[in-house]
């Protein structure tokens, strides 16, 4: 299964969604545009949005405005890139400099800020109840998210159930609010919309579990972005939580004041413990844990393409490489 393979259901209605991308960047300011469209045009595989329409379409939804939801998912998920990359202080993303490293922490803020505000106004044009409440409160919960991950840099006594809590909302809460608001938007049944939301909820989880394996097991050419960035960054992710958990003494320390250090100093030694650990076959154990669950929840749908390409997401959580 090629990446491309998961768009052949939907590939009208996508080709529909980065129109209206365009459409909706417009701005009076240049720079708005400027450092939009080259955040939305960086490689992304907009997986969010694809989550948006299929999800619509295997609950029978016929009519347009999932494009228009499609693209406000995909501009509140670069905003919250923009912001992710300032505080981090990321200067790569998808192989390319950040927008923060282009054109300086003050404008990529500015423009996320203006890129949540222009996905509401266009959220507010569906004029859906329920759609709205979901969004806004995914929303809620991602800042919230990013805040708690912010209280954890750089401290090595996070426990796996905290590093749980933040990917959730950081990470898993959007992708849950695109399949569950593609659901109710068209409509669908109590115990369809309530799957399509777990469905996106484990799914989401997954993606994040292999993006932070990736973080010591992949290379800068391949992910698009710096080995060892978490670590630099005092990030206490699960293959360094489970590594300190079964670690010798000397170096769980060695971990620990890496950590605290947000140092990528001893990155080769580190890798080494963790392969030693089994810790980055444990987090891959977990992820796959995760998919699995992500498609019993499918059992709930009609058979149909759309199913097949959301249980085909499953596949590539676990297979990317970027």
């Known amino acids: 299964m090629q990446a491309t393979d998961l768009y052949s259901s939907v590939r009208d209605d996508f080709t529909a969604?980065?129109?209206?991308?365009?459409?909706?960047?417009?701005?009076?300011?240049?720079l708005v545009e400027k450092i939009g469209q080259y955040?939305?045009?960086?490689?992304?595989?907009?997986?969010?949005?694809?989550?948006?329409?299929?999800?619509?379409?295997?609950?029978g939804y016929q009519q347009d405005q999932h494009i228009t939801l499609a693209a406000v998912v995909e501009f509140i998920h670069t905003a919250t890139l923009l912001h992710d990359d300032v505080v981090d202080?990321?200067?790569?993303?998808?192989?390319?400099?950040?927008?923060?490293?282009?054109?300086?922490?003050?404008?990529?803020v500015l423009v996320g800020?203006?890129?949540?505000?222009?996905?509401?106004?266009?959220?507010?044009?569906?004029g859906q109840v329920d759609v709205?409440?979901?969004?806004?409160?995914?929303?809620?919960?991602?800042?919230?998210?990013?805040?708690?991950?912010?209280?954890?840099?750089?401290?090595?006594?996070?426990?796996?159930?905290?590093?749980?809590?933040?990917?959730?909302?950081?990470?898993?809460?959007?992708?849950?609010?695109a399949s569950h608001t593609g659901a109710q938007l068209a409509k669908a049944n109590t115990e369809q919309a309530d799957a399509l939301?777990?469905?996106?909820?484990?799914?989401?989880?997954a993606f994040q579990l292999i993006d932070d394996l990736m973080d010591y097991a992949g290379d800068q050419a391949t992910m698009g972005k710096n080995v060892g960035d978490d670590l630099a960054e005092g990030k206490p992710t699960l293959p360094l939580i489970h590594a300190m958990a079964h670690a010798t003494d000397?170096?769980?320390?060695?971990?620990?004041?890496?950590?605290?250090?947000?140092?990528?100093e001893h990155i080769s030694e580190i890798q080494s413990i963790l392969s030693r650990c089994g810790s980055l076959n444990y987090t891959h154990a977990r992820?796959?844990?995760?998919t699995q669950d992500a498609l019993t929840c499918l059992e709930s749908l009609n058979d149909s393409p759309y199913k097949t390409s959301l249980a085909d997401l499953c596949t590539l959580a676990l297979t990317r490489q970027n």
């Open 17 to 30: 969604v980065d129109a209206a991308i365009i459409e909706h960047l417009s701005s009076q300011v240049p």
């Open 39 to 59: 955040i939305i045009e960086s490689g992304g595989k907009r997986l969010r949005p694809l989550l948006v329409l299929l999800a619509a379409r295997a609950c």
């Open 89 to 108: 202080t990321s200067d790569l993303r998808r192989g390319k400099p950040t927008a923060n490293n282009k054109w300086g922490n003050s404008s990529s």
């Open 113 to 126: 800020d203006f890129l949540y505000s222009r996905a509401f106004q266009m959220l507010v044009s569906i």
């Open 132 to 177: 709205m409440d979901t969004l806004s409160n995914a929303t809620n919960v991602i800042a919230e998210g990013e805040v708690l991950q912010l209280l954890n840099a750089k401290n090595p006594d996070v426990s796996e159930a905290d590093y749980l809590h933040v990917i959730l909302g950081k990470t898993a809460m959007l992708f849950e609010a």
């Open 197 to 205: 939301r777990r469905f996106g909820r484990h799914l989401g989880i």
């Open 250 to 264: 000397d170096e769980r320390k060695l971990i620990r004041k890496a950590i605290r250090q947000g140092s990528c």
């Open 287 to 290: 992820a796959c844990q995760e």
